[in-house]
């Protein structure tokens, strides 16, 4: 049975078609709001499966999709992931690092996305439900600036990752291979700039 918790909307520049990622939206103010859409397997509902007849249900695959506030970018973590912020102050730039742990001992790509054994079944479902998905196994990191203009890459350029810029977003794709694959991990920079306003007389 394929059931989705919520639905997540396409992050702009996007290359992925995968729903899995994490989006950081922040504001003028320094504050701002997360949202992290994970795909899960849990157990097949008992009131689904006791109110059906004839059917041998097979899987539920989910997407859950959580929201949160911050009040300071800086110091913000999503399991092992972290994220450094700057705010350079009158000039109206600043700066954002986040550091992507990598490896067999990462945390923060594992709660997102199914496991490797369970990635081919979990293909076969989505492919069956009434707008098709298609599972691309990436993950999905999309920073938006409020009102300025940003420009990221990596720190150590990564064949198969992609990193695109368009207006006040960045965005960047990396397939779930690298991430189980790599011992060092992936660190994104983002530089942001609000265009100045000059005084007219």
Do not use: Y
């Amino acid at each position: 049975m394929l059931v989705f918790g919520a639905v997540f909307a396409a992050v702009a520049g996007c290359s992925s078609q995968d729903p899995v990622g994490v989006r950081v939206n922040l504001a003028q103010a320094g504050s701002g709001t997360i949202a992290i859409a994970a795909l899960s397997l849990p157990e097949i509902s008992k009131e689904v499966a006791n109110q059906s007849k004839g059917i041998d249900w097979s899987m539920d695959a989910r997407l859950n999709v959580t929201t949160g506030t911050f009040a300071s970018l800086d110091g913000v973590t999503i399991e092992d992931l972290r994220i450094r912020s700057k705010d350079f102050g009158e000039d109206g730039s600043g700066t954002i690092r986040i550091s992507m742990p990598c490896g067999e001992k990462a945390k923060w790509f594992r709660s997102l996305h199914a496991s490797p054994s369970d990635r081919g079944v979990l293909r076969k479902t989505l492919e069956q439900s009434i707008n098709e998905i298609e599972l691309h196994e990436n993950v999905t990191i999309a920073v938006e600036v409020e009102g300025a203009r940003v420009a990221g890459s990596l720190v150590q350029p990564i064949p198969r990752v992609s990193v695109g810029s368009k207006d006040d977003t960045c965005t960047l794709v990396v397939p779930l291979e690298i991430l189980e694959s790599r011992k060092e991990p992936l660190v994104l920079v983002l530089n942001w700039e609000r265009p100045t306003q000059t005084a007219t007389r």
